[in-house]
């Protein structure tokens, strides 16, 4: 007999059982996560939950077939409705029947399938069971799970596939979808207000709430290090980051997203992806292949977003009947730092504040009452807390692996030092290096004690560069026909592309480019852009925090 829970309305649960399926989902799941799970690590389980290891076994099969809290709710007392009481050896015959026999592309029939079950129970000496009996366990399979194994995953996503996404976030935070789009406006250089282009957004949304979770705006195409500064802006605390941006509104959305939905994009299968949300408990779900109605949380906010970016200077329309003769590239008007604070503002001033037709409230007021609950007494209460913002942002940077040498770590051709590598000197395994693609001055490395220690250059007169201006100097080296590519060579050609950007007055479009990605770098030299309206008073705000100084200026040079 499977455990299933049926189908119910969550708003006829008791809270003292939601409570208490609350808390067998945090055990339940970090114990099926286990991929080495021992009888210890169920035994302390059990004794957790105050349960036996039967009953704990039972939670365990219930969740794994269905993962959801409501698969963990205690049962009502009594023998279930259609229940016929067989030994456990029948059980088992019939049920190995139906997955080794009726299960498959041969497709037998219910009677031929009652017919191989008696003929098992015979060879083993056990009572032949019922008909009935064999059709009440057949019913309790999924129906989607029947039709996939008899007539493949697409028959099943064709017949039982929701045609408008239902996706399930019973609180907030408990679901956020992620996914990019180029911005509908060409951006002018912040120097001379020269057009140069459209950038890409990565946007995430809170689908219990539709609450924006957090974005990232970019020149450069999306990326696995826009996908995860889009993480760490919807996981972290905003006060700052408004403040930064001059921007006066209520932004309340932090905390660690327990799932998160995506497609299939290269990005978002990263290593570095998927260990940064396996360290935090983060699930992933990705999107079936050819259903694009599974996203439409994240698409319709995308649109709604596109549609008040149409009001700008420099719009392209998403229509080119709707642009007509309008020329975007004479009308843009705006940098990216302008864009950004733009949609800071619509997302805390406008959208977060609307009446949301989906919900029937504001996003702002269905996340508060998410949080505080209403009169069914369902309520998540505090999100979880990002307890180290730094390493929270430095888990989900890309990833290489290295030695340490006795000149320190090298990556990217570039040599790193610090004094806690003495230590280290002679290990034989390959280290974790993480780095920000944004501002190689320094990176991260993960030593055996568990802690991430900061190299900077080991030459510390090296100025800060990008991974995108690092890329770009071995292109022009190469087709120069340089010999050899070493350090000093990289740092002398990217001090000469330094050099042609600041003397150029009338610059192209990619010089244009290349001078304003060096500018939203971590730590760039360049001269500071003109007309930048957000830009607040150092003295009033004082110095950024480690954790905003991180993803403040969120530009990746991937």
């Known amino acids: 007999m499977s455990g299933a829970v049926p189908s119910l309305d969550l708003t006829d649960v008791p809270a003292r059982d939601w409570q208490k399926a609350r808390r067998r989902f945090s055990v339940i799941r970090d114990l099926a996560e286990l991929a080495d799970r021992t009888r210890d690590d169920a035994e302390t389980a059990a004794a957790e939950l105050d349960l036996s290891l039967s009953q704990l076994y039972r939670l365990l099969a219930r969740y794994q077939a269905d993962p959801r809290l409501t698969s963990l709710l205690p049962e009502p007392p009594g023998r279930k409705a259609g229940w016929i009481k067989l030994s456990p050896e029948v059980d088992e015959v019939i049920n190995a029947a139906i997955d080794e026999y009726y299960l498959s592309r041969r497709k037998p029939r219910v009677s031929d399938l009652l017919i191989e079950v008696r003929r098992r129970c015979r060879a083993l000496g056990y009572p032949a069971p019922g008909r009935k009996a064999v059709r009440l366990r057949l019913a309790q399979r999924p129906a989607a799970q029947v039709t996939a194994r008899r007539s493949g995953r697409k028959a099943a996503r064709d017949r039982f596939g929701a ?116 360290q935090y408990g983060i699930a992933v779900d990705y999107r079936p292949v050819r259903t694009p109605h599974y996203g439409g949380h994240i698409e319709r906010l995308i649109g709604t977003m596109m549609g008040k970016v149409h009001l700008l200077p420099g719009t392209t329309f998403s229509d080119v009947r709707a642009k007509g003769d309008l020329d975007p590239e004479k009308s843009a008007a705006m940098t990216l730092d302008e864009v950004e604070r733009w949609l800071a503002l619509a997302i805390t001033g406008v959208y977060h504040r609307d009446l949301h037709r989906g919900i029937g409230a504001t996003p702002l007021s ?18 979880t807390p990002v307890g180290d913002p730094r390493r929270f942002v430095i888990d989900f940077l890309p990833i290489e692996r290295r030695l340490v040498r006795r000149q320190g770590v090298f990556l990217h051709s570039i040599s790193y030092w610090s004094d806690v590598l003495r230590t280290l000197i002679g290990e034989r395994e390959r280290m974790i290096v993480r780095y920000d693609p944004r501002d190689l001055s320094r990176i991260h490395l993960l030593a055996p004690d568990g802690v991430y220690y900061d190299l900077p250059y080991a030459d510390l007169r090296r100025p800060p560069i990008s991974l995108w201006e690092h890329r770009l100097a071995l292109t022009r080296m190469r087709e120069e026909g340089c010999a050899e590519i070493d350090e000093d060579a990289i740092f002398d050609a990217i001090e000469k592309m330094h050099g042609l950007a600041a003397s150029a007055v009338v610059e192209t479009k990619t010089l244009r480019r290349q001078r304003e990605r060096r500018l939203r770098s971590i730590g760039g030299t360049a001269e500071a852009p003109v007309s930048r309206r957000s830009d607040p008073d150092p003295a009033v705000i004082g110095p950024l925090p480690e954790n905003e100084r991180l993803f403040a200026n969120v530009e990746e040079w991937t």
């Open 163 to 278: 045609a408008a996404g239902s996706l399930d976030a019973p609180w907030p935070l408990s679901l956020v979808q992620i996914d990019h789009t180029l911005v509908d406006v060409i951006v002018v250089d912040s120097a001379t207000r020269e057009p140069i282009q459209r950038p890409w957004l990565t946007l995430a949304i809170d689908v219990h709430s539709r609450c924006v979770a957090g974005f990232h705006l970019s020149l450069d195409p999306p990326s696995a290090t826009s996908v995860a500064l889009c993480i760490a802006h919807a996981a972290l605390p905003k006060a700052n980051w408004l403040m930064t941006r001059d921007v006066d509104g209520d932004w309340p959305v932090e905390g660690v997203p327990e799932r998160l939905h995506l497609d299939n994009a290269k990005e978002f299968h990263s290593g570095a992806l998927k260990r940064g949300c396996d």
């Open 366 to 383: 269905r996340w508060k009452q998410g949080l505080a609950g209403g009169a069914d007494g369902l309520a998540r209460g505090a999100t």
